[in-house]
């Protein structure tokens, strides 16, 4: 004889099935809420796009993509410098989301150069070494991850110049506080500032230096690396205290700009015309 289901066996697996097509169904809900969100973000709704991201990461926790765009659709609403509570809170909500991901990924590469991204703009108007030296922290992530990418290193660069640039400009406006005669910018320092500029600042843009030459070691038309290293070596001339050694790494930085116009001429050659 045929035993008939127990009612209560039935009603489990009815709540389970209910359970399993619920989550099914708002999995399908979130991917669509997703695909709106990003031709949203794609055509500038940003105030849209973020609703739709939101929604689309509730439906879904585990979407990541969701998230991700979420991050990248507050980062791009982001302006540097601007004052604002408003203004500040986006970039926090910005960070606080790719966070997120990386809470759930540590190895997200998208997460992490979104943070590093962020963090620097941030840190770069108004100036704060801090983040910049944070924002330096991501790209080593993504190297320790990728290290035949080029980007990181460019970055990496780009923040050793900023650091150096804002220490030289620094240097130079106490100098002139006391000085009799008036150091320009585009003047040579003192040899007894350019030895105290060495010191403080030598490693990092020895750093900048060496990133921005792996940088170009791995993209060789890299035309970007090679025009903050042309800075870098300028850089490095106010730190040398004789006229030979600034006049050879001033030579480098020449030699590089012509190279960048040299790459820039041919990009624009090749390019395809319409």
Not at 205 to 214: T, Y
Request: neutral net charge; hydrophobic residues 35%; proline residues 5%.
């Amino acid at each position: 004889m045929q035993r008939k289901p127990h009612t209560g066996i039935l009603l489990a697996a009815a709540v389970i099935a209910a359970l399993a097509s619920g989550a099914g169904c708002d999995k399908l809900r979130a991917r669509d809420k997703l695909n709106k969100g990003v031709q949203a973000f794609k055509g500038g709704q940003f105030d849209l796009a973020v609703e739709d991201f939101k929604q689309a990461k509730d439906l879904d926790p585990n979407l990541t993509n969701a998230r991700l765009y979420l991050a990248t659709a507050y980062a791009n609403q982001y302006i540097p410098g601007a004052p604002s509570d408003d203004n500040v809170r986006m970039g926090q909500q910005a960070i606080a989301e790719f966070q997120q991901v990386l809470d759930k990924d540590a190895n997200n590469l998208s997460a992490i150069d979104g943070i590093g991204s962020i963090i620097y703009n941030m840190g770069g108007t108004p100036f704060d070494a801090k983040k910049l030296e944070e924002s330096k922290t991501y790209h080593e992530r993504h190297i320790a991850l990728k290290p035949q990418d080029p980007e990181p290193y460019y970055w990496m660069g780009v923040i050793d110049w900023s650091l150096a640039y804002r220490g030289n400009k620094d240097m130079r406006e106490e100098y002139n506080k006391t000085a009799k005669k008036q150091i320009k910018d585009t003047d040579p320092m003192p040899p007894a500032l350019a030895a105290q500029f060495q010191q403080k600042y030598g490693a990092i843009v020895d750093e900048g230096i060496k990133n921005l030459q792996m940088a170009t070691d791995r993209r060789p038309d890299y035309d970007d690396a090679m025009a903050y290293l042309n800075l870098l070596y300028r850089q490095k001339a106010d730190m040398e205290t004789t006229a030979d050694a600034r006049n050879n790494d001033l030579k480098m930085a020449d030699d590089l700009v012509d190279k960048v116009k040299a790459i820039k001429q041919k990009k624009m050659t090749a390019a395809p015309t319409t």
